[in-house]
């Protein structure tokens, strides 16, 4: 048995989610349910994001403080999570006492060994309100797009990446004087030091994808530059080092070590406090991270670079399994722009085992992918309703209703059924490669598939038809097509729990089977089934849009536990 901790990307809680958000907690809940079913050894964590400068500027424009602001979104992720049956170990908080804690005694750690040093810098300030201006606390005029306002650290209108001095016009966001350059004290992460060791990290590590493995090549060819620490920011975790006391550290810094601390507090309320140290610091534990590409430097180079920093022997990131983006109608989702499905809203509009199914099938694996509502309907209709959905309703009802709820007789070795057979039995090897080099998407198109290759035999044999002159052979047709039933509802087990669990409750009488069942003899003849209604609905795009205006007319954002 394996250990494994799997992670995804801790999303930022200055709005609420929308569905490129969830991909990454998705994936990262599917791929752990995988991992159980074969009876490994699982934590599966992730956290609200909840420091930074974009937390800060949002929560003065709202007039409250950035707590009140964090504690309201983490509130609808955490029911957002559960709503869309997530299975967290630990879906924590950058805020948890335990890791501001930890971060702290790293930040210690790395300066003992001296991977830390200060040096001053020239940052904008706004003589108003006496304070330094993080990027996010000042906007202007894009100075390659001219689109205004631009913030300090990127343009939303054409996606370049800025700093505050490069604005045209920049402006405090706070009171919208002109902010003066400045000298502050900033402390920063010596990554250079650790080129070397980086390069044969990502050289010798044969799961890292291979757009992951070159881009993070040419990142230390062209040569690894120090990584600022700290923030001139009241709101965030203090930083620990000498003369910083009116300092934080940098979000991006401080968040990635949540992997190892969100671990640290499962296990402390689990009672066992020292129990993370096998998951973190044993060389026969992995830890696989699900992200989206734009956070491959982070975890490729930055973080595999804090933990050798530390000297302590922390597992290095066994896979990063990054994914391109998910566009919404042919534009990027943004949280500041608006564009995109909001979770919140998508659970009013269907149910959650229709965007698990929808957002796993559109899962990036290797290109950019796109949202539309025709698209949302033609996944929903034609595949896990008409093909799914199709094939188990129509092979169990005819059981009941023609067989009085009991699997008929059948024979295995049937010339007639060995080619049905034969994918069936090969289908557990198919889905495992695919969950194994982490293709979810593909994954879950294996399962589909087996249905697909049901509804064809089913279409074939026709033993609505036979039924009326030999039943015998209506029963072998219908005993062959309930081991696919069986074995689907055994596969889509970490895609469509749910859904999963109500074909348990059919076929094997609610009792949850094993996983190795798959591909073979999973109900016996003679055995009881329950009748079982339609697992799923046809959706209209014309009618999901109209809900949507509905739904953003007349609500607003609720906060409740």
Not at 51 to 64: C, Q, T, W, Y
Not at 226 to 246: C, H, M, N, Q, V
Not at 514 to 519: D, H, R, T, V
Request: hydrophobic share 35%; aromatic share 12%; glycine share 6%.
């Amino acid at each position: 048995m394996g250990r494994w901790v799997v992670c995804s990307a801790w999303p930022y809680v200055n709005d609420r989610p929308h569905l490129g958000t969830f991909t990454h907690l998705l994936s990262a809940d599917v791929y752990s349910r995988y991992l159980r079913l074969k009876g490994e050894d699982v934590v599966m964590v992730s956290g609200s994001d909840e420091h930074g400068a974009p937390i800060e500027v949002e929560a003065i424009k709202r007039k409250i403080t950035p707590r009140q602001l964090t504690n309201q979104y983490h509130r609808i992720f955490t029911r957002c999570i559960k709503q869309f049956n997530i299975q967290f170990d630990n879906y924590t908080r950058t805020e948890s006492p335990v890791h501001k804690k930890f971060v702290q005694e790293f930040y210690r750690t790395l300066d003992k060994n001296g991977y830390v040093f200060k040096q001053n810098i020239i940052l904008p300030y706004c003589e108003n309100d006496k304070r330094f201006l993080p990027d996010r606390f000042v906007e202007g005029e894009c100075p390659y797009c001219h689109y205004i306002p631009a913030r300090g650290d990127q343009c939303d209108n054409c996606g370049r990446v800025l700093d505050p001095k490069d604005l045209i016009n920049p402006y405090c966001v706070l009171d919208h004087s002109t902010p003066v350059m400045k000298e502050s004290a900033s402390w920063f992460f010596d990554l250079p030091k650790l080129s070397d060791q980086l390069k044969k990290y990502v050289e010798e590590n044969p799961n890292l994808p291979e757009n992951a493995r070159n881009f993070s090549l040419s990142w230390i060819r062209d040569g690894l530059k120090p990584r600022s620490l700290t923030r001139d920011l009241a709101w965030g975790i203090p930083a620990p080092f000498k003369g910083a006391e009116d300092k934080t550290i940098y979000v991006w810094m401080e968040a990635v070590l949540g992997y190892m601390s969100a671990v640290k507090e499962w296990a402390e309320k689990n009672k066992r406090p020292g129990q993370w140290k096998k998951y973190w610091l044993d060389p026969a534990s992995r830890n696989i991270h699900f992200i989206g590409k734009d956070n491959i430097p982070f975890h490729v180079i930055v973080f595999p670079g804090l933990l050798l920093a530390s000297h302590e022997g922390y597992n290095l990131p066994w896979e990063v399994a990054s994914t391109e983006y998910i566009q919404f109608e042919g534009q990027r989702f943004s949280k500041s722009r608006k564009i995109g499905v909001w979770i919140d809203e998508a659970l009013k509009l269907e149910d959650s085992e229709y965007w698990r199914y929808a957002l796993i099938s559109l899962r990036p694996e290797q290109r950019d992918t796109n949202f539309t509502w025709e698209e949302f309907e033609r996944k929903i209709n034609t595949e896990l309703n008409d093909v799914l959905g199709n094939f188990i309703h129509r092979t169990i009802t005819f059981i009941s209703t023609r067989f009085k709820n009991k699997i008929p007789k059948f024979t295995a070795n049937k010339e007639r059924d060995q080619a049905i057979f034969n994918i069936l039995q090969e289908s557990p090897k198919r889905l495992d490669e695919k969950l194994e080099r982490f293709r979810l998407k593909e994954g879950l198109e294996q399962v589909v598939q087996l249905a697909r290759e049901g509804n064809r035999y089913l279409n074939e044999s026709a033993p609505w038809h036979s039924f009326k002159t030999d039943p015998p052979e209506a029963g072998q047709t219908l005993g062959v097509a309930a081991q696919i039933v069986g074995t689907i509802g055994i596969q889509l087990q970490p895609f469509l729990p749910i859904t999963a669990t109500q074909i348990h409750r059919s076929i094997f009488q609610g009792k949850k089977p094993n996983w190795k069942l798959a591909g073979t003899i999973t109900v016996k003849p003679g055995a009881k089934i329950r009748p079982m209604k339609p697992l799923f609905h046809k959706v209209s795009a014309e009618n999901l849009r109209t809900k949507l205006e509905e739904i953003r007319s007349g609500t607003t954002i609720e906060a409740e536990a």
